[in-house]
Structures are given as C-alpha cells and as structure tokens.
T-cell receptor, first 116, second 109 residues
Framework: GAVVSQHPSRVICKSGTSVKIECRSL??????MFWYRQFPKQSLMLMATSNEGSKATYEQGVEKDKFLINHASLTLSTLTVTSAHPEDSSFYIC????????????FGNGTRLTVT | GQQLNQSPQSMFIQEGEDVSMNCTSSSIFNTWLWYKQDPGEGPVLLIA?????ELTSNGRLTAQFGITRKDSFLNISASIPSDVGIYFC?????????FGAGTILRVKS
C-alpha cells in the first residue's frame, strides 16, 4: 500500500493566492523529504530537500521565497506556493525514503496545481 | 547537475513482445532505481539496484546495475496492455535522486 500520502490531489487557485500542499509519511518517520516538480511529458525535477527541524535546501533556480517548505514533524512536510502565477501550474510530487541515504524514494500521488 | 541519458524516448510495441530500455551516465551512481508512472499519479518503484553487476527480477521485469556503475537496463518480458506508462530510471548521486527523461511505453493489443 501507499507509504507516502499527498494532499490535495488537485487544486485550482486564482493568480496571486497561495496554496499549501501536504506530504505525509504514513508508517515511518522521515527526517528528509523531497519535493519534485513535473511538467507535462517531462521528467521529475528536484526542487528542494525538506529537512525536519531545519531549513530546506533548494536546488539552483528554485526561489525559496516563492516555494516555502516547512518540515515541522517527522511525518509531515508542506510546500506552500506563494503568490501563485499561471506559470506555477504544474504537477508537484513529494517523496520520502523509509530508511537511510540511498534508500529508494517512495512517492506521493502528486498534486496537480492549476493557477487561473 | 548530474544527468541520466535514458533511451529510447518512446516505444510502441505489440502485446506479447519483450521490451528493453536503458540509462547511461558519465558519472558513477550509488544506486539505480526503476520507476513506472501512470498519468496523473506519482512514480511507483519497480526495482532497486544497489551493487555493480547486480541483476534483479520482479515478475516479468528484470533490471541490471552496470559493472561500471554508470548504466542500467530494464527489460520487460511478454508485455501486456497494463504495462503502458512512462518508465523512469533514477540514480542516487550523493543524497539526491536524479531522474532520466523517461521512456513512454505504448502496447498494441
């Protein structure tokens, strides 16, 4: 069964508003979670690494003030898209590893964000 | 960043045929993983490879971790309609998981 739960699965928002996406590890604790973005017919691009109890690590080119990440507990990480614009419309997917580094990542089912 | 070159980009095959896809890189990876993604969903792990030369099967799927640690292949035998989807290779480079561009598989029944 699913080990990573992501919510919501779909969200439509108006330009200028903020949207929060939640990612939960269901039966294990994840000190690290990863947020990916995927455009249609393209691969997954790592946006940031979410670290429990500390600041997230963002990949080059990803605006940390636009994509706020909070990893407040060992089972929950949130991604907030602030002041969303139509170009932020995309498929956002979170992931976590059950065990240590180099363990396979398990992915949530993704969130389809549409900004109108 | 590190890149994985995945090929072919897409395949359109007859049901029952075998499928082969591969990934290569100029860098050494610690692990190789193969995922399948259905439309509108997150990737699902198919096979994980941890050692150079490792050959692992999961039902009709077989994958190998290249000896040089710079490549991997995935074979699907006797394809069926539900094999349709996008297959991604991925590799751990440090603590980050890097993805290939994906192989779109279509199966003609």
């Amino acid at each position: 069964g699913a080990v990573v739960s992501q919510h919501p699965s779909r969200v439509i928002c108006k330009s200028g508003t903020s949207v929060k996406i939640e990612c939960r590890s269901l039966d294990f604790q994840a000190t690290t979670m990863f947020w990916y973005r995927q455009f249609p017919k393209q691969s997954l691009m790592l946006m940031a690494t979410s670290n429990e109890g500390s600041k997230a690590t963002y990949e080059q080119g990803v605006e940390k003030d636009k994509f706020l990440i909070n990893h407040a507990s060992l089972t929950l990480s949130t991604l907030t898209v602030t002041s969303a614009h139509p170009e932020d419309s995309s498929f956002y997917i979170c992931s976590a590893a059950r065990t240590g580094p180099n363990s396979p990542l398990h992915f949530g089912n993704g969130t389809r964000l549409t900004v109108t | 960043g590190q890149q994985l070159n995945q090929s072919p980009q897409s395949m359109f095959i007859q049901e029952g045929e075998d499928v082969s896809m591969n990934c290569t890189s100029s860098s050494i990876f610690n692990t190789w993983l193969w995922y399948k993604q259905d439309p509108g969903e997150g990737p699902v792990l198919l096979i994980a490879l941890y050692k150079a030369g490792e050959l692992t099967s999961n039902g009709r799927l077989t994958a190998q971790f290249g000896i040089t640690r710079k490549d991997s292949f995935l074979n699907i035998s006797a394809s069926i309609p539900s094999d349709v989807g996008i297959y991604f290779c991925a590799g751990h480079y440090g603590n980050k998981l890097v993805f290939g561009a994906g192989t779109i598989l279509r199966v003609k029944s």
